[in-house]
């Protein structure tokens, strides 16, 4: 059974630092490109950054590039997702996933930036 686990998340005043974890299990994790996705209340899930099977490629939407990281681990099958420069737009439930899953998202992990 495919599950991702979310953790890390709370709240950070603007301008902090957050680093999330989401550790995968039920497949070959090092065989999978995998991705972070967050979704604001009364707003879509968007994608936020993608990272190669073996980590040699990175990808970021627009709205993060140059402030959140994405990075692995194979041997502990978690994905990381460093996040700096946190502004109050990035509260948001965040969730990882294995590139093409298409089963339920994970519980997520809360990211409350605020004052």
């Known amino acids: 059974q495919v599950q991702f686990v979310e953790s890390g998340g709370g709240l950070v005043q603007p301008g902090g630092s957050l680093r999330l974890s989401c550790t995968a299990s039920g497949f070959t994790f090092n065989g999978y490109t995998m991705r972070w996705y967050r979704q604001a209340p009364g707003k879509e899930r968007e994608f936020l950054a993608s990272i190669t099977s073996t980590g040699s490629s990175t990808n970021y939407a627009d709205s993060v590039k140059g402030r959140f990281t994405i990075s692995r681990d194979n041997v502990k099958n978690t994905v990381y997702l460093q996040m700096n420069s946190l502004k109050p737009e990035d509260t948001a439930v965040y969730y990882c996933?294995?590139?093409?899953?298409?089963?339920?998202w994970g519980q997520g992990t809360q990211v409350t930036v605020s004052s």
């Open positions: 996933r294995s590139n093409g899953y298409i089963g339920p």
